[in-house]
């Protein structure tokens, strides 16, 4: 099954633990996406790859690093979480960056909750 | 400026009934794409119905579809014959240009709380 694959789905954690969201896709998507959804500010990318070893900062990046070694995976590192980065977290893919086709669509992974005490 | 915003924070619509979650944007690029995004209590997000800026037509999938104004840069969407499944957050959400660099972030919106009751 096509997919986006998030681990943990669910985290407590507490401040300055580091830790690692992993996110998997296996429909060899050239674009992947990393965004935060917090109450009554819908979805915010934090940071995104084009391609393999290519990343780059959206809005949100402060506090958060990613890594794209490989084509299917693209991790994202809180290396001092603090509770400002409590929230709901999405990893996404697309086939490619940018085209406006429909089949460009983005996919979502399931989510992962993060509550940093 | 919000590039999208949704208007309604939340809405009631009886089981059967058409429903218009509305969605204005802003941008001054040619070319862009709307999308809408279904998110149920189980938190996924569920991609609804795409829009192309050079589209003629408005988009249609089963009962969602999207009344398309360009001149009023609106993109509602709306959905017939609801059902008790509906009952969920709705996000619209837009990517802008055909560069590679301007095209990768999808800009969402606040979201639209529906509630369909019997």
């Known amino acids: 099954e096509a997919q986006v694959t998030q681990n943990p789905r669910y985290l407590i954690t507490v401040t300055g633990k580091k830790l690692t969201v992993t996110c998997s896709q296996n429909?060899?998507?050239?674009?992947m996406s990393w965004y935060r959804q917090d109450p009554g500010l819908g979805l915010r990318q934090i940071y995104y790859s084009m391609n393999v070893e290519v990343t780059d900062k959206g809005d949100v990046p402060e506090g958060y690093k990613v890594s794209r070694k490989e084509k299917r995976n693209f991790p994202l590192i809180l290396e001092s979480p603090s509770p400002n980065q409590t929230s709901l977290y999405f990893c996404a893919s697309s086939l490619k960056p940018s085209g406006m086709h429909g089949a460009n669509v983005l996919t979502f992974g399931a989510g992962s909750r993060l509550t940093v005490l | 400026a919000q590039k999208i915003t949704q208007t309604q924070p939340g809405m009631f619509v009886q089981e059967k009934e058409a429903v218009t979650l509305d969605c204005t944007y802003d941008t001054s690029d040619p070319s862009y794409g709307l999308f809408w995004y279904k998110q149920p209590s189980s938190g996924e997000m569920i991609f609804l119905i795409y829009?192309?800026?050079?589209?003629?037509q408005n988009a249609t999938e089963g009962r969602y579809s999207l009344n398309f104004q360009k001149a009023r840069k609106s993109a509602n969407l709306v959905i017939s014959a609801s059902q008790l499944g509906d009952s969920a957050m709705y996000f619209c959400a837009m990517r802008e240009g055909e560069d590679r660099f301007t095209a990768s972030k999808l800009t969402f919106g606040t979201g639209t709380r529906l509630q369909v009751t019997l």
């Open positions: 829009q192309g800026s050079y589209d003629q």
């Open positions: 429909m060899n998507h050239e674009y």
